[in-house]
């Protein structure tokens, strides 16, 4: 499986990509030239266009540019790590008991997750929003995990509905293993291939989200540096001040991209059937 990863260019570029952003994210403040949410001079320094002392330019509060793009690296990636990886824990945990038990249980989650499904997230979020204000990093990366695993759990249900009568399963019960020790030790490690790829695809999903919500005024509180807030700052004049959306634009597209392509990657790796043929299968279907 490693090997069919990183045998793909495209995929070595995402993972090259992601490790510079985090690397970026983790030296923030080794990297980043001011202070994030310093005020330089409210005076002289407001809506500056790149130059050498702000090689991304200015707000129109006169805060430099790359250093909240460097920062705002860390909100992105925070957010977008820790709601894919709470919601993929509780999406497995619901989709390996309800795909596990099956019956009143299986009918009572399923349930449940196809209503909260049906609602869209954008629009969760927003009556939330409307409700509470803004909310701190991690109440808002709780609500996008909150948000985010039922797609998880009906992945992992139908998996583990087509594991629960293999053979392994059966003797493993048939021996007396504790349910428990079943579900973690021989039923997770064959769910977490489709799992892992919607985390990955989820990443991506939740940077554009979190990044809609700061543009829209919504998201993070005000004053926090997020890729979404700085292109906010500089909605209004777009033309003019256009180092405030390019920059941080750029930024959101290529991590988007590079997270898209690590879970096409994933999705290739852990099926088999999504794997090219060597020579030597081209050499015997010929001969076929």
Known sequence: MLHALLRDSRTRIALVVLLLVTLGAILAPVLAPYDPIALLDIEL???QPPS????FGTD???RDVLSRLIYGTRVSLAVGLGSATLAMSFGIAVGMIAGFFGGAVDAVLMRFVDAAISV???LVLLMVASLWGRQGLVPFTLL??????FTVSRLVRAETIALRDREFVLAARALGVPTPRLLVRHVLPNVLAPALVAAALSIANV???EASLSYLGIGLPTGTASWGAIIQDGANDAVDLWWLTFFPGLAILVTVFACNALGDALRDAFDPRQLPR????ALFASEA
């Open 45 to 47: 320094l407001p809506n």
């Open 52 to 55: 050498a002392a702000h090689p």
């Open 60 to 62: 129109p509060v006169s």
């Open 120 to 122: 869209p997230r954008l």
């Open 144 to 149: 996008m995990a909150g948000t985010g695993w």
């Open 207 to 209: 940077i554009l989200l």
């Open 278 to 281: 060597d020579d030597s299968d």
